[in-house]
């Protein structure tokens, strides 16, 4: 009885709960920017405009790429037409260009008439599991079904798990100038790996104590003895990876300039340049550190195979999980 109990509960949970709280969501803090007087929607075909303009915390940059990738999937499956307005912190313009399809809109084609206009909000799990993807479906299925011209997409969504490498490979391509940083990374990974390099990454958060990133939880970093045993547990596991690919360089990222600065004892351990930080955390454009994100996802995306170290208290992330999925490597969790 009560394993059909909690069943019971998360359906309801699923099927009504979560409906309200987006709705309340859009109520309390993204329809007060819609009024009857801004200026009527000239677009005939039915827009899904995924919104980044800083109206809300839209998460790091594997996050809002895989939002992208889902709603362009979503869209191209029924005919609507799939616009990208990415303003904050930075426009995306600036680092990703579109490729095989334009996904640009001028601001002054957003309407935010509360006739032609409705923006929606959907929360998504961090990785996501079947049933919550099916939830995420059938509320944007439910939502894009609203008698209006644009639909502004506020989420996380995820649930096109499986087409997310082909969607980003279709909708973005590198700005040239960062492509060129790319290629320079690239090319000395695999000059130093004898043709391939293997990607190590790992993300503490707060554990460490030097980084910080806004969540709704409290910080929580470990005592010092404690953060000296994860670190060389960490270490131990990289001397392991190594040991099974001796002949390739292992790039390394991470959230922890500690952990970066402790790896550098090891010969065959390399790092990108740049200083370290998060997307939604950043102050204004803060270019050095978004140019850093998006170098380490680029380049992790032409490694060979991908290691993801998770030990007590480490964050499952999705940022190295996304760049193998896109540039078709294998991709394997280390737990200890």
Same mark, same amino acid.
């Given at each position: 009885?009560?394993?059909?109990?909690?069943?019971?509960?998360?359906?309801?949970?699923?099927?009504?709960?979560?409906?309200?709280? !987006?709705?309340?969501?859009?109520?309390?803090?993204?329809?007060?920017?819609?009024? /009857?007087? *801004?200026?009527?929607?000239?677009?005939?075909?039915?827009?899904?405009?995924?919104?980044?303009?800083?109206?809300?915390?839209? %998460?790091?940059?594997?996050?809002?790429?895989?939002?992208?990738?889902?709603?362009?999937? !979503?869209?191209?499956? $029924?005919?609507?037409?799939?616009?990208?307005?990415?303003?904050?912190?930075?426009?995306?313009?600036?680092?990703? &260009?579109?490729?095989?399809?334009?996904? #640009?809109?001028?601001?002054?084609?957003?309407?935010?008439?509360?006739?032609?206009?409705?923006?929606?909000?959907? =929360?998504?799990? @961090?990785?996501?599991?079947?049933?919550?993807?099916?939830?995420?479906? $059938?509320?944007?299925?439910?939502?894009? &079904? *609203? #008698?209006?011209?644009?639909?502004?997409?506020?989420?996380?969504?995820?649930?096109?798990?499986?087409?997310?490498?082909?969607?980003?490979?279709?909708?973005? $391509?590198?700005?040239?100038?960062?492509?060129?940083?790319?290629?320079?990374?690239?090319?000395?990974?695999?000059?130093?790996?004898?043709?391939?390099?293997?990607?190590? @990454?790992?993300?503490?958060? &707060?554990?460490? %104590?030097?980084?910080?990133?806004?969540?709704?939880? *409290? =910080?929580?970093?470990?005592?010092?003895?404690?953060?000296?045993?994860?670190?060389? @547990?960490?270490?131990?596991?990289?001397?392991?990876?190594?040991?099974?690919?001796? /002949?390739?360089?292992?790039?390394?990222?991470? /959230?922890?300039?500690?952990?970066?600065?402790?790896?550098?004892?090891?010969?065959?351990?390399?790092?990108?340049?740049?200083?370290?930080?998060?997307?939604?955390?950043?102050?204004?454009?803060?270019?050095?550190?978004?140019?850093?994100?998006?170098?380490?996802?680029?380049?992790?995306?032409?490694?060979?195979?991908?290691?993801?170290?998770?030990?007590?208290?480490?964050?499952? %992330?999705?940022? @190295?999980?996304?760049?193998?999925?896109?540039? %078709? =490597?294998?991709? $394997?969790?280390?737990?200890?």
């Amino acid at each position: 009885m009560s394993a059909l109990f909690r069943r019971l509960k998360a359906a309801v949970n699923y099927g009504f709960f979560s409906e309200h709280r !987006f709705r309340r969501y859009v109520r309390r803090h993204l329809l007060p920017y819609y009024t /009857d007087e *801004a200026p009527r929607a000239r677009n005939e075909r039915k827009q899904v405009i995924c919104m980044f303009d800083g109206r809300k915390r839209h %998460g790091g940059l594997a996050d809002r790429l895989r939002a992208m990738a889902t709603a362009y999937c !979503f869209c191209r499956d $029924r005919g609507l037409d799939f616009r990208i307005h990415f303003v904050h912190p930075f426009r995306l313009e600036e680092y990703l &260009e579109p490729n095989r399809y334009d996904w #640009r809109i001028d601001p002054a084609e957003i309407s935010y008439n509360r006739l032609d206009a409705r923006p929606v909000y959907i =929360a998504a799990q @961090s990785l996501g599991d079947e049933r919550d993807f099916r939830f995420q479906r $059938r509320m944007t299925e439910k939502f894009c &079904e *609203a #008698r209006y011209r644009q639909l502004h997409l506020y989420s996380n969504i995820c649930f096109e798990e499986a087409r997310f490498g082909d969607a980003c490979r279709e909708l973005f $391509r590198p700005a040239p100038w960062l492509q060129q940083l790319v290629d320079e990374q690239t090319a000395a990974l695999r000059t130093q790996g004898g043709g391939g390099f293997v990607a190590v @990454s790992s993300r503490f958060l &707060e554990l460490l %104590g030097d980084f910080n990133e806004h969540r709704d939880r *409290a =910080a929580r970093g470990l005592p010092p003895a404690e953060q000296e045993r994860l670190l060389e @547990s960490c270490c131990r596991q990289l001397e392991k990876i190594h040991a099974a690919h001796p /002949d390739e360089a292992l790039l390394v990222t991470s /959230d922890s300039t500690r952990f970066l600065e402790r790896v550098r004892r090891y010969d065959f351990v390399r790092e990108l340049p740049g200083r370290i930080g998060h997307m939604d955390v950043a102050a204004g454009d803060d270019r050095e550190v978004h140019t850093k994100t998006f170098l380490d996802f680029l380049v992790l995306c032409e490694a060979r195979s991908h290691y993801y170290l998770v030990g007590p208290g480490m964050y499952r %992330g999705n940022f @190295s999980r996304r760049a193998a999925q896109i540039g %078709g =490597a294998p991709f $394997r969790e280390v737990i200890f």
